[in-house]
Nanobody
Framework: QVQLVESGGGLVQSGGSLRLSCAASTSIVSSRAMGWYRQAPGKRREWVAGLGTDTGPNYKDSVKGRFTLSRDNTKNTLYLQMNSLKPEDTAVYYC????????????WGQGTQVTVSP
């Protein structure tokens, strides 16, 4: 069973930065899609950023220009660099990776809390 472990969340003031990491227990070289989602209290989980096999990173409009998604295949890790954070970015952030043997919904991490204070 593939495991994804997220880290890097925390409490930061508005305008601050955090870098989230999602470390996979297996190689992600063959991943055909990967991304980050978030879920704020009382809200549904929403897509934040994604990266496909033949496509560059795509971002939710509200994070464009502030967030950067990247991957390091040598470390089996997916990153989300978050700059100019806003209180509305407060949520639990989840990574999601599809591998050739993934279940239909891909593999999910356990989530990491990001809290942005005004």
């Amino acid at each position: 069973q593939v495991q994804l472990v997220e880290s890097g969340g925390g409490l930061v003031q508005s305008g601050g930065s955090l870098r989230l990491s999602c470390a996979a227990s297996t190689s992600i070289v063959s991943s055909r899609a990967m991304g980050w989602y978030r879920q704020a209290p009382g809200k549904r989980r929403e897509w934040v950023a994604g990266l496909g096999t033949d496509t560059g990173p795509n971002y939710k409009d509200s994070v464009k220009g502030r967030f950067t998604l990247s991957r390091d295949n040598t470390k089996n890790t997916l990153y989300l660099q978050m700059n100019s954070l806003k209180p509305e970015d407060t949520a639990v952030y989840y990574c999601n990776i599809f591998l050739p043997d993934s279940p239909a919904v891909g593999y999910w991490g356990q989530g990491t809390q990001v809290t942005v204070s005004p």
